[in-house]
């Protein structure tokens, strides 16, 4: 099995066209378990945000995974295929590998570096746990792309400043200083507005909420005075609210231009988008979108980006070292018992043959040929593992059981066991 990504973002389609194809969450679930299902691959997760949808899965067959997966996308968002197609990137085995560890450090973020991708991608990998589609394959490799991202932080600038796509955004409504801030909806990205105008000096913020409870639980969190409302009282809280910041999971507008009353700051982190684009037409009123922080520039300095490049190539090398000396270790350790099961043996017999021998006689014998077989062994079944990262690597493995003359079928079993496990 190899991994395999199939997706679009900022980078490679329209914002326009990442709304077309943006998913709900019970949405996500039944692509995700739609993915799942195809007869090509053993393992699937769906990464789903406001800048990109993603398909990670453990595939067979290369052509198969990629024509597949592009097709349920393709019915999923209602996007024709040829058109979708266009915007599509795929990444395969190393290269796909390579992609995740990217996403995960926030090389491949609209704004470089932001840490809230993390979030998402550790959220994504829990829904596949929870609706049983990821394999140990792809769950190890998004665990392991998890912690290249928390040391990418930890060992460079690249997230200095704490950015995102609401910190940028919001650092183009000016000085939040006692001003008043209306969030509506109460998810994650929510959640992060809410830290950030705190964290910014907003004098007051208001909560709205298609669940009333959501929001009051989001207003909670914060030390600064907060409120929730219901989402039928929008139209008087953006009468009184100075910055709004708009992130719904919903399918169509939330804020129209009959409804802004006052010149006022819009952030619209939605998608597809919240707030109707003629309220850019209304005097004194400020809309920014997704499409306005696609070039952002509040990205990390050089350096950082540089460094983190680094060790994503790095882990990316280790991680591939790991997978072929996985594909060795069944075979060692199919060796190594079989190895056991000989001394076992001949324990047995010897101890027919000398009855005589003491408990503590037979133990030190015992021992002493437990020792030197596994001395015997230690230099062949190092070596196997570091041959095995070597061009024809593979062959060492297939060597080694025909030395041994080992049962085809013991690692094979191995592999089953530790699949159980």
Do not use: W
Request: proline share 3%; with cysteine.
């Amino acid at each position: 099995m190899s991994i395999l990504v199939v997706g679009l973002s900022h980078r490679s389609a329209p914002v326009a066209l990442l709304e077309r194809t943006a998913v709900t969450a019970d949405e996500l679930v039944k692509l995700l378990h739609d993915v799942h299902q195809t007869a090509s691959l053993t393992g699937a997760v769906v990464v789903s945000t406001c800048n990109r949808i993603e398909v990670y899965a453990d595939v067979e067959k290369f052509h198969a995974g990629v024509s597949s997966i592009s097709e349920l996308l393709s019915r999923h968002s209602g996007v024709p295929l040829d058109e979708l197609s266009r915007h599509l990137y795929v990444h395969y085995e190393e290269r796909a590998v390579q992609h995740i560890f990217s996403v995960a450090c926030g090389l491949d973020s609209m704004v470089v570096g932001e840490g809230q991708i993390a979030g998402q991608l550790r959220t994504a990998l829990k829904i596949a746990q929870e609706h049983g589609t990821v394999d140990r394959s792809l769950n190890e490799a998004i665990q392991q792309a998890l912690r290249v991202g928390k040391r990418a932080r930890n060992e460079t600038g690249i997230d200095r400043a704490g950015a995102s796509l609401v910190s940028v955004g919001l650092s183009r409504a000016g000085s939040l200083e006692g001003r008043k801030a209306l969030v509506v909806g109460a998810g994650s990205m929510s959640a992060l507005t809410v830290a950030t105008l705190a964290r910014e000096g907003i004098g007051e913020i208001v909560i709205a909420n298609r669940t009333y409870e959501r929001g009051a639980h989001l207003a909670r969190s914060t030390e600064v005075p907060a409120r929730a409302i219901e989402l039928a009282d929008l139209r008087g809280a953006l009468a009184e609210a100075d910055i709004v910041v708009s992130c719904t999971g919903a399918t169509g507008l939330v804020i129209t231009p009959d409804m802004v009353e006052r010149p006022v700051f819009l952030l619209d982190l939605a998608l597809p988008h919240d707030v109707d684009l003629a309220v850019r037409d209304l005097p004194g009123v400020t809309l920014v979108g997704l499409d306005d922080l696609r070039n952002a520039d509040d990205a990390p300095a050089e350096a950082d980006t540089e460094a983190v490049r680094r060790i994503v190539c790095e882990e990316v090398q280790a991680f591939q070292l790991g997978l072929i000396a996985a594909t060795v270790a069944p075979t060692v350790v199919a060796l190594r018992s079989k190895a056991a099961e000989v001394v076992d043996a001949e324990l047995g017999r010897l101890g027919g043959r000398l009855p005589e021998l003491d408990d503590k006689a037979r133990g030190e014998v015992a021992q002493t040929v437990r020792r030197v077989v596994d001395k015997l062994l230690h230099a062949p079944t190092v070596r196997v593992k570091e041959l095995a990262a070597s061009p024809g690597g593979d062959t060492y493995a297939e060597a080694l059981r025909e030395l041994f003359d080992l049962d085809p079928k013991a690692p094979e079993a191995v592999i089953r066991a530790e699949d159980v496990l």
